[in-house]
């Protein structure tokens, strides 16, 4: 009996006939092939019925090409379609399917199915067309499947490629995960790869120890190179927690100390460099103190026999300078069962906040470090005023700034009973401030309105600076008939808001009505407010012997005496007697009058007293009357006084020696 001997070897597309059935080889199996001209091809779409005795496909799109790529065999071809969807990757090479059964043999249209030119399936007579970018149609006897919508192009089926699918298949990593367990990855020191390293023993990475921290790039070979040797070396020991560590005195009271839980660092040695460690230590009470005395309380780390102790105790004075291992937390007085508590101490909590609001308390806003001096311009009637250095708190400003200067001036005044008015920028102290007539050196502050120095008189005008170098001019509240009363003159009471909370008093210029130049120009960081001196006669009205009628000033007489007399006001002596010498007080003097006597003779001296006459010597007094007396003990000693009650009471101001009260 005859037997079906397929070929050993066929190429694709090798035909065998065995009977009068054909077969041929698509690459992987035999098909059989159906000829003759039975029916046409029926349409399917998603296994319905589009069409059904078709001769003719018209394949539409863009992507979609049908081209006769040999004898009966029509091949179709779908590629570069655009959608939205990302390339998706490449699939592994499906497993080859089991050869169809043998086809029913036909007798009219036969077709062929390729993929990439390799035979799928012969003697087709229905194509189903699945997917919802799929549309088959039936239209005039030509059937028309339209392909659209694609998510993504079709990559072609491919051979399962062979690149790294994990980590350490990487050529730029290790080689191997074993033994690198809880460990992290960084860029290795060559930079052209990774590597693991270990992270501190049992402890996550963000709560690493600070000696793992490192502090990169130092210079040279620096002994610290992490946060924990920064802290070690750079803190201070103390109470890092407000609140805690607070002292009250014991109730009871006992004369003792409570102190509440407290939270802190501290350094393990008394030494720069030792570890600076974290604690928290339990409230205590009852911690005895040194009556009538102050008693610093201090806390101290001690380790003894290996075991970790805070201890408090007190002292009369703080630890030593560079004290690691010790500080105070405050301080408290006792008296008796009486104890009065300060918590202050060595508190690192917050520590440049804190130090910001002890210089603005102290100091203020805009204090000054250096420069900012105002002087007379050499331009007459002109102010000048140097860069000056200002910190608020511990922040550094520079004055003038850009596009400001120092040797212009705004005025500020009132005028016609309104509010405080800034005039334009002025240059001298000759121009009209208020828009009106008002010149600078005519006028002065005559409470809420403007007022015309009079005659020859002075004005003083307070000069501020603001944080930008701007002068500001504030004329004073007064005209002063000489300069002695312009020197004792106070800066107002009333001032503009701008200059109280914002700017800063730097100097003061007196200036005489009208004049060519400023009498004076006083910087309060160069020099003292002169408050009054006596440099010309008419600055001397209120002193004695002064008078705008004053010829001159009567100076102190004196002379040598050997016999006794009577005093004469605003006389001195010199007692050059061989015995005793008695000089009595005038009968009449006047409230400033001045007696001086100076021993010269070996008798010495005695001063005496009229009937109603006193002298007082500091807290002791003369005898009242005839019997009082004030006598030398040696040689030399030397006395002056002053009356202070018309006729009868006088004060001694001065004395050299020893003087004998009786």
Known sequence: MAIINFPVSPDINDEYTFNSKTWMWNGSGWVAVVSGGGSPLSVEEEGVLVSSGVTVLNFVGDDVTADETGTGIVTITISGISGSGTVGPQGPQGDTGPSGAQGIPGSGFSLSIEDEGILVYSGVTVLNFVGDGVIASDIGGITTVTISGFIGPSGSQGIPGSGATTFIDLTDTPDSYAGYSGQMIIVNDDEDGLEFIPIASGVSAHDQNASTIIIPSGMGTPTYDDLQDYLNNAQSSGRIKAGTGVLTAHAGPDGTLDISEMEGMIH????????????????????????????????????????????????????????????????????????????????????????????????????????????????????????????????????????????????????????WTESAQLTLFSEVFDGGTSKVYETYQNGTSLGTLSGSKYGVYWIFTCPEGDLYVVPGTADYANIGAAQAATVPASLPPYLVNWGILIGRVICQKTAAAFYSVESVWTTKFTLSAAVDHASLANLAYASSGHTGFQPMTWEIIIANQTAVINHGYIANKGTLLTLLLPATAAVGNIVRVSGMGAGGWIITQNASGVIHFGNKNTTVGVGGSLASVHIMDAIELICCVANNEWNVISSVGNITVV
């Open 268 to 419: 393990t040695a008394n030494t720069q460099g030792s570890p600076l460690i974290y604690f928290k230590k339990a409230a205590y009470s009852g911690l005895a103190l040194t009556d009538n005395a102050v008693n610093f309380i201090i806390i101290t780390y001690t380790a003894p026999g290996g075991v970790p102790t805070l201890t408090y105790s007190t002292s009369a004075s703080r630890p030593a300078d560079n004290t690691y291992n010790a500080f105070v937390i405050g301080r408290c007085w006792r008296s008796g069962n009486d104890v009065e508590v300060i918590t202050t101490g060595q508190n690192i909590y917050d520590m440049y906040g804190r130090a910001q609001d002890r210089l603005l308390t102290k100091y203020g806003t805009m204090d000054h470090a250096s420069g900012g001096n105002l002087s007379a311009h050499a331009t007459p009637l002109r102010l000048s005023c140097t860069a000056g250095v200002w910190y608020f708190g511990n922040t550094r400003i520079d004055t003038p700034k850009v596009g400001h200067v120092g040797d212009k001036f705004y005025v500020w005044y009132k005028t016609g009973g309104g509010a």
